[in-house]
C-alpha cells in the first residue's frame, strides 16, 4: 500500500512537469508566431519590392513577405478583392478599377519609374533616336521596317504586352500621346524578363522596359526620343516624358504588417536602394503628375 501512494506521488509529479512543459511550448510558439504580407501586381516595380522583401525579412524574421508579379490590373484586382494586401502598381488605380472600387485603396507613391523604348544591340549601332511620331506609327504597325526611321533594311518584331498591364497604360499614355499599340499576341508577355531577353535575341526587336531592368544588363539598348535620353536625370528634370509613380495600394489602411512593410519601403533606412536599382526617388523630382 505504501509503494502504491509512492507511484501515485511520481505519477502526480511527471504529470505536473509535463504541464508546466507543455504550457512552456504553447507560450513560446506564441511568441514566435510569423506575420504575412502577400503583393502582387507591377513587374516594373517587381525587382524593387523583392529587394525590399529580403532585407526586411532580414532584420524582421517573424514576417513572411511574398512578392509576385502579373501585372498591375491583376495586382489592383487582387488587393480590391481581398487577395493580396499589397497590389503593386504602374498606373493610378481609378484606370483599372472602378470608381467605387479605387476609392476603397489607400495610395502609397513609393517610388518613380522610368519607361524606355528598347531595341537589339545590333540595331542600335544605326537606331539610336526615334522622333515621338516615329515611335507611335513604329508601335501602331504603320512603319514595318527599320529602313523607314534610319535604319537598316529589317522587319520590324514588336515585343508587346497585354492590356493589363501597367507599364503598357503608362507607355501608351506618355510615349504614344494614348495611340493604342497594335498588339503581337505571339510575343504578348508582361514578364519584363522574357521582353529583355526577346529583343536581345531577335535582330528586329523593339519593345519597352523599366531602367530597373537594365541596371548592370547591356543585353539590350535604349533608343531616345526627340532626342532626349531614358535616364535617371533626365526623369528628375522632366526633360524624359515617359515616366509614372510606383504605387502600392492597400485596401483601407491594410493591416499592420503591410503598413510597416511599406513604411520601411519609403523609409530613409531602404531609401538608399531606390537609385541604386534603376528608381527615382518621388522626393527627388523637378515634376509631378
Not at 13 to 32: P, R
Not at 184 to 209: C, F, P, R
Not at 218 to 243: K, R
Amino acid at each position: 500500500m505504501k509503494m502504491t501512494k509512492i507511484a501515485v506521488g511520481i505519477a502526480a509529479l511527471v504529470l505536473s512537469t509535463s504541464m508546466v512543459f507543455a504550457g512552456g511550448s504553447k507560450d513560446k510558439g506564441k511568441s514566435a508566431e510569423v506575420a504575412t504580407v502577400t503583393a502582387s501586381g507591377s513587374s516594373a516595380l517587381f525587382p524593387l519590392a523583392k529587394d525590399a522583401a529580403d532585407k526586411y525579412k532580414s532584420v524582421n524574421p517573424n514576417v513572411s513577405v511574398t512578392i509576385s508579379a502579373g501585372g498591375s490590373g491583376t495586382g489592383l484586382a487582387q488587393v480590391s478583392d481581398g487577395s493580396v494586401d499589397i497590389g503593386n502598381s504602374d498606373v493610378f488605380a481609378e484606370s483599372k478599377l472602378d470608381a467605387a472600387k479605387a476609392a476603397e485603396l489607400v495610395d502609397h507613391k513609393v517610388c518613380v519609374i522610368t519607361m524606355a523604348p528598347v531595341i537589339n544591340n545590333e540595331l542600335a549601332k544605326d537606331v539610336k533616336n526615334l522622333t515621338r511620331q516615329q515611335l507611335i506609327d513604329i508601335f501602331t504597325a504603320k512603319i514595318t521596317n527599320w529602313n523607314a526611321v534610319g535604319g537598316p533594311d529589317e522587319p520590324i518584331l514588336l515585343v508587346t504586352r497585354p492590356t493589363t498591364s501597367g507599364t503598357r497604360a503608362l507607355f501608351k499614355e506618355f510615349a504614344l500621346n494614348g495611340a493604342e499599340e497594335a498588339s503581337n499576341k505571339s510575343l504578348e508577355t508582361d514578364n519584363s524578363g522574357t521582353l529583355l531577353q526577346t529583343v536581345a535575341q531577335n535582330k528586329g526587336a523593339v519593345g519597352y522596359l523599366a531602367l530597373s531592368y537594365l541596371v548592370n544588363n547591356n543585353s539590350v539598348s535604349t533608343v531616345s526620343i526627340d532626342g532626349v535620353a531614358p535616364t535617371a536625370g533626365n526623369t528628375y528634370n522632366g526633360t524624359y516624358p515617359v515616366w509614372g509613380y510606383e504605387h502600392m495600394y492597400t485596401k483601407g489602411e491594410g493591416s499592420k504588417a503591410a503598413q510597416d512593410f511599406i513604411n520601411y519601403m519609403m523609409g530613409s533606412d531602404y531609401g538608399k536602394n531606390i537609385e541604386a536599382q534603376g528608381y527615382c526617388v518621388t522626393a527627388k523630382m523637378k515634376v509631378s503628375r
